[in-house]
């Protein structure tokens, strides 16, 4: 199969405005309500939280459907993806050893597509939500479990001592590329060379972009303005 043909859908599917969809279907325009934002934490505030939820977790299989999808397409040669899809090995192309990065980039490129298409999408005039529930998607079909484990950890955390989705969707993103230069470092692949170059300039990538989308709650952080959750509007 043309990688291409997977980047472009990957992208389109990353587009797909849940929330807006969502809400729409309740009546209501998201982006005139509450942070104006067609994300999953605006739809909970402002719709409910059944809507809410099922809107991340549609924004979340916007970003791990494809990912796994390019990891059972894009093969390695004597390496298992994360997920093995049977019906698509008619579509694999397998790279050597020697084109290993290759092989990475696209299906790394793929993730990073979906995340762009949520954040910019042209059916809402190139805006979108914040990417996190995008990016979480894209890094279950990306990392091990442990490392997982630890982001979810580090989320949760913020989040219960916080009360501000923000603080801990920033951290959480912050967190993936030391997750990922901490894990290379553990098993020894920095030092043989084996380790996913193009997975950690993704991670610094979802640090950065995470970061900047979240610019607005930022600045309500350094004003004091910045939703707390399960506080009620003044």
């Known amino acids: ?90 579509f694999a192309t397998t790279y050597t050893a020697d084109q290993r990065s290759l092989a990475q980039t696209l299906i790394i490129l793929t993730g990073l597509l979906s995340i762009l298409g949520h954040n910019y999408s042209p059916w809402v005039g190139f805006k979108g939500g914040k990417g996190i529930a995008t990016s979480a998607g894209v890094l279950v079909g990306l990392l091990p479990w442990p ?31 030391i997750v990922c230069i901490y894990g290379s470092y553990a098993h020894g692949k920095i030092a043989d060379g084996t380790w996913n170059i193009p997975l950690f300039i993704f991670a610094l990538v979802i640090a950065a972009l995470a970061t900047w989308r979240h610019k607005s709650n930022i600045q309500n952080l350094i004003n004091g303005t910045e939703h707390r959750f399960g506080s009620k509007k003044k």
């Open 147 to 177: 490392a997982i484990t630890i982001l979810v950890l580090v989320w949760v955390i913020l989040f219960f001592t916080t009360k501000y989705v923000s603080v801990a969707s920033i951290g959480a993103a912050i967190s993936v590329p």
């Open 1 to 90: 199969m043309p990688s291409w043909i997977i980047l472009i859908a990957s992208f389109l599917l990353g587009s797909i405005p849940f929330g807006l969809i969502i809400a729409k279907s309740k009546g209501i325009n998201i982006r005139e309500h509450g942070s104006g934002n067609i994300g999953a934490t605006n739809v909970l505030r402002v719709v409910g939280k059944k809507y809410g939820i099922s809107c991340f977790i549609l924004d979340f299989f916007k970003g791990f459907t494809p990912t796994v999808i390019a990891a059972a397409v894009f093969l390695i040669e004597g390496e298992q993806p994360l997920i093995a899809i049977p019906a698509l090995e008619s």
